[in-house]
């Protein structure tokens, strides 16, 4: 349940979701949707801003995106592209092709397992 309103508050976006459309959404009770999204502040995952909606207080929710993939420069140390020969006649539809590339591969394998 947890993955599927993190998975809304996604993709919300920039504009977040009111906890009580989350709530619709998700088919639970406000006392169950409220616990969700608390936990999902609680991860780290979303944040709750308070909001005055017709006339009455309650919480937007925003992924909190960032936190959960850090995007630095670092990140992009040691990609084999930057080095590579052959970049002029890299493409997605030429014989020398990211989607064949094994040294790619190889290097986005390595970031997944040391992520
Ligand atoms: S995908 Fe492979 S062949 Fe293409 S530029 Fe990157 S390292 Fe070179």
Same mark, same amino acid.
């Not at 996604?10 to 949707?33: F, H, M, P, T």
């Not at 991860?43 to 936190?67: I, P």
């Given at each position: 349940?947890?993955?599927? #309103?993190?998975?809304?508050?996604?993709? #919300? *976006?920039?504009? *977040?979701?009111?906890?009580?459309?989350?709530?619709?959404?998700?088919?639970?009770?406000?006392?169950? *949707?409220?616990?969700? #999204?608390?936990?999902?502040?609680? =991860?780290?995952? #979303?944040?709750?801003? =308070?909001?005055?909606? =017709?006339?009455?207080?309650?919480?937007?929710?925003?992924?909190?995106?960032?936190?959960? !993939? /850090?995007? !630095?420069?670092?990140?992009?140390?040691?990609? /084999?592209? &930057?080095?590579?020969?052959?970049? !002029?006649?890299? *493409?997605?539809?030429? /014989?020398?092709? /990211?989607? =064949?590339?094994?040294?790619?591969?190889?290097?986005?394998?390595?970031?997944?397992?040391? &992520?």
């Amino acid at each position: 349940m947890e993955e599927t #309103a993190y998975e809304l508050v996604l993709e #919300a *976006g920039s504009k *977040g979701i009111l906890q009580s459309d989350l709530w619709k959404k998700l088919g639970v009770n406000s006392r169950e *949707g409220s616990r969700i #999204a608390v936990k999902l502040e609680s =991860k780290g995952l #979303a944040r709750r801003v =308070k909001e005055l909606y =017709k006339g009455r207080w309650t919480y937007r929710l925003y992924a909190n995106k960032e936190e959960e !993939t /850090p995007i !630095t420069w670092n990140t992009l140390n040691d990609c /084999p592209c &930057f080095t590579c020969i052959t970049i !002029t006649r890299c *493409g997605a539809a030429q /014989p020398i092709s /990211p989607i =064949k590339c094994q040294k790619l591969t190889n290097w986005i394998q390595k970031q997944i397992m040391d &992520f």
